[in-house]
């Protein structure tokens, strides 16, 4: 009985699984229909080089890209930007200077021609706003600040990026159109063969002041607030100003005897858009030279230590030339005998790089740049400050909202640095509680 009782058990059981299985497959599983549609095959990127585009081809083989690629890139999909003859002869790239190369020379101008991400026009098309994307590119020592916990920022290699857009039916990248010959999808990504070699930023934002004359006056004002700082870096062991320009705009830069970083505060470069005043932009104020800076810079008498937030009579002038946002940190060594700063872009903002088809009050007047938080919720704390007008000579006009009313004329867009674009300006943008009392 017990054994018959097994069999008839089980044979229910099998009998059961049929029935279940039968109506999963009707149900779920229907029989496939019509023929199957075979995957898209793209070509592979090298088989694309023709000969309008044979200099590009002989650098990549050079620079044995294929093989990078296939170490660092595995399974990315990657913008490929590609120069023609043409564009590469014009920017000194020859086939002899391209056989005599370093290969890591090669590979360098290569990688920053080549977008992280897989883009095409018609994605751009429909962003209808700048994509800011890493190229492949890093640069050797400067840092870039990230987010790491709650308190501290770590640093990552510095990358080239390309801010990326379509504006009247042109391809922008930092702010320079670029022609496109065609697009093709490939195997890796996307190519855009383009008839101007990408020009990365050389410099940092305070060597391309020091080379342009029209800036002396600037550079000068910002030497001369730092030695009131420096001042007050003797007298007060927890300075709590607000940081001097000069940390801005030179990742080296630091004060002469003081910590240039500690690993739990490194120096980074920050990343912000200067509207740069010009000479001229001083002179308008009834500066003419060193002596009326110096005249302004003791127009009060010099504090014993900086109190919160409270800053030299120079940068309280020019405080609304730039769009950084920092913080600093006090540095010592083990016995506090040599004190410094780091300075820090905050953790609570956004990108801050405007190239010059992005002054525009349709896209930044209500752009946010601050944020912050109160029951676990998050809350804009703070919105771009200026108003841009495109006047009828195609000249940009600027003004921050909380300076006197006259705007300031862009004579100069788009001067690529290592912190992002400066754009210089006739005048400075003087905020309205500032007065130049030292003259009456």
């Not at 995957?39 to 650098?59: I, K």
């Amino acid at each position: 009985m017990k054994i018959f009782s097994y069999t008839k058990l089980t044979a229910m059981a099998l009998l059961l699984l049929l029935i279940i299985s039968a109506c999963r497959k009707n149900e779920f599983m229907p029989d496939p229909m019509g023929e199957p549609i075979a995957a898209p095959v793209y070509p592979a990127l090298t088989t694309l080089f023709d000969a309008e585009y044979s200099l590009f081809r002989s650098a990549w083989e050079k620079a044995e890209m294929d093989k990078l690629l296939a170490v660092e890139r595995t399974q990315s999909k990657l913008t490929f930007f590609i120069p023609s003859n043409k564009a590469l002869e014009e920017a000194g790239w020859s086939n002899a200077k391209i056989g005599s190369a370093p290969k890591n020379v090669l590979q360098d101008f290569l990688r920053y021609h080549i977008v992280g991400s897989s883009i095409s026009i018609e994605q751009l098309k429909a962003a209808q706003t700048d994509l800011i994307t890493p190229s492949l590119l890093k640069h050797p020592t400067f840092r870039e600040g990230i987010k790491r916990g709650a308190a501290v920022l770590g640093t990552i290699p510095y990358e080239y990026r390309h801010s990326l857009t379509i504006k009247e039916g042109q391809l922008l990248d930092n702010g320079i159109g670029l022609k496109i010959n065609k697009e093709a999808a490939v195997a890796q990504g996307t190519a855009l063969f383009i008839d101007q070699v990408l020009k990365k930023p050389e410099k940092q934002m305070i060597d391309v002041l020091r080379e342009d004359g029209r800036f002396s006056l600037y550079l000068k004002a910002m030497e001369i607030s730092n030695e009131g700082y420096q001042e007050d870096m003797i007298m007060n062991m927890y300075p709590i100003y607000e940081p001097p320009l000069n940390f801005l705009v030179d990742f080296n830069f630091y004060y002469e005897g003081s910590i240039f970083e500690t690993p739990e505060f490194p120096r980074h470069v920050i990343r912000f858009t200067l509207f740069a005043p010009t000479n001229e932009a001083f002179r308008q104020m009834g500066i003419q030279n060193e002596a009326d800076l110096r005249a302004l810079h003791r127009r009060i008498p010099q504090p014993a230590y900086f109190g919160d937030k409270e800053l030299t009579p120079i940068d309280s002038l020019l405080r609304y030339q730039h769009t950084g946002m920092t913080f600093n940190q006090v540095i010592a060594n083990d016995d506090y005998t040599v004190v410094g700063l780091s300075v820090q872009k905050k953790r609570d903002i956004n990108d801050l790089t405007f190239y010059g088809h992005m002054l525009d009050d349709k896209i930044l007047a209500n752009y946010p740049i601050a944020y912050g938080t109160t029951n676990g919720g998050e809350w804009v704390s703070a919105y771009l400050p200026y108003r841009f007008n495109r006047l009828a000579n195609h000249q940009l006009a600027v003004r921050h909202i909380e300076a006197t009313p006259q705007p300031a004329t862009v004579v100069e867009e788009n001067i690529n640095t290592i912190q992002g674009p400066v754009h210089a300006v006739d005048r400075i943008f003087v905020p309205k509680d500032f007065t130049m009392w030292h003259k009456k």
